[in-house]
């Protein structure tokens, strides 16, 4: 089974930024996704990328989140910047578009002054 570790969560204000990781081992092979989910809503897609770098992002973040990955490293990121307090939520990283089929524990991020 593959371990899924995300980090870097925190407490920022509004406008403030952040950089999230996300380690497992075979990452490289796979196209990772960014994945959040806050209080009483669904868990959400956020940013994707593929092995060869190739990025998606959803609407709501483009333009302020940007997801890179560190194949040597096995690690992918996800830089937040200008945040919003509606980015308040538990981040996770899984494979996409079908995950591992279960979750890591991820990271909570909190956006407030």
């Known amino acids: 089974q593959v371990q899924l570790v995300e980090s870097g969560g925190d407490l920022v204000q509004p406008g403030g930024s952040l950089r999230l990781a996300c380690a497992a081992s075979?990452?490289?092979?796979?196209?990772i996704g960014w994945y959040r989910q806050a209080p009483g809503k669904q868990r959400e897609m956020v940013a994707t990328?593929?092995?060869?770098?190739?990025?998606n992002y959803a609407y709501s973040v483009k333009g302020r989140f940007t997801i890179s990955r560190d194949n040597d490293k096995n690690t992918v990121y996800l830089q937040m910047m200008s945040m919003k307090p509606e980015a308040t939520a538990v981040y996770y990283c899984?494979?996409?578009?079908?995950?591992?089929?279960?979750w890591g524990q991820g990271t909570q991020v909190t956006v407030s002054s």
């Open positions: 899984n494979r996409f578009p079908t995950t591992f089929g279960y």
């Open positions: 075979i990452f490289r092979v796979y196209a």
């Open positions: 990328i593929t092995p060869g770098g190739s990025t």
